[in-house]
């Protein structure tokens, strides 16, 4: 069974290249981040003739997330616990109930970006403010029996080898040592980063940045996380990034990342 999420940067500006990733990978199930729409204009129609179930948390203009499964969910949850006054689209999850294998729950999640980090913007207290609210939806799916994946852009770039030049990232919310302790919690709390879990070999990226020859250079950053319980972790057989898709026309700024569970 494979799980994957993808930052689309747009479903409308991208939707031949996530129709023509969906018929070639077949992921069993995929989240989506920055779909940019509202929910009645996600192009639905166009993903279910291709055998999806299509749930969606969107948000004019900006953020949104979806879920695709081929196989039956369950449990719809729209939005991150934690704070009722928070309008913005960025979190959706639902159990995962395969025919062949055990259930799984799957959490889309698109983690605010903080940046710029000054003392007048509340943007980095926000992604801060987010990742607690996150640690602390964990804890309570950790309490519950069902493996989950927790799987999006997290806006985290956890290491150096995570980062092509790591001083140019200096002091960047991506990459702050108040964001890295966040990350840390979360982790420590017994998940496991999929990709991390099968490959070793440093600058792998997840994302290239549209300017400064970034992608021809391969000066990117790896932000696109799966991190799996302890139950789902035992199910892990294999994860990468499709980098590939980096280079097709009219690309997102991310590629997918995936992992293989049994």
Same mark, same amino acid.
């Given at each position: 069974m494979r799980l994957t999420t993808w930052n689309v940067n747009s479903i409308k500006a991208r939707l031949p290249r996530v129709l023509d990733y969906l018929k070639e990978a077949k992921p069993d199930a995929i989240v989506l981040q920055e779909i940019k729409c509202v929910d009645e204009n996600f192009p639905r129609d166009e993903i279910e003739a291709l055998g999806y179930t299509v749930e969606t948390h969107?948000?004019?203009?900006?953020?949104g997330? #979806?879920? $695709?499964? $081929? @196989?039956?969910?369950?449990?719809? *949850?729209?939005? !991150?616990?934690?704070d009722d006054s928070d309008e913005q689209a960025r979190y959706i999850e639902a159990v995962i109930v395969p025919k062949d294998s055990a259930p799984i729950r799957l959490g889309g999640l698109y983690l605010p970006n903080g940046n710029p980090v000054s003392p007048d913007s509340e943007k980095y207290p926000y992604k801060l403010a987010w990742m607690d609210r996150l640690i602390s939806h964990a804890k309570t799916l950790i #309490? %519950?029996?069902? %493996? =989950?994946?927790l799987a999006g852009d997290y806006n985290v770039i956890p290491t150096d080898d995570d980062v092509h030049d790591p001083k140019a990232w200096e002091g960047d919310? !991506? =990459? &702050?040592?108040?964001? @890295?302790?966040?990350?840390?919690? $979360?982790?420590?709390?017994? !998940?496991?980063d999929a990709f991390r879990s099968c490959h070793t070999e440093p600058h792998r990226y997840s994302f290239w940045d549209y300017q400064a020859g #970034?992608?021809?250079? %391969? @000066?990117?950053? &790896?932000? %696109?996380? /799966?991190? $799996?319980?302890?139950?789902a972790t035992d *199910? /892990?057989?294999g994860a990468g990034i499709d980098k590939y898709v980096r280079g097709l026309e009219k690309p997102s700024d991310h590629v997918p990342a995936w992992a293989d569970l049994i």
């Open positions: 969107g948000q004019k203009t900006y953020n997330v #979806a879920l $695709l499964s $081929l @196989h039956p969910i369950s449990e719809l *949850r729209t939005g !991150l616990p934690g #309490a %519950d029996e069902t %493996d =989950f994946i919310a !991506l =990459f &702050r040592p108040e964001t @890295h302790q966040k990350y840390r919690t $979360l982790c420590n709390l017994g !998940l496991t #970034a992608w021809q250079n %391969d @000066h990117g950053i &790896r932000i %696109d996380h /799966l991190l $799996l319980s302890p139950g *199910r /892990l057989t």
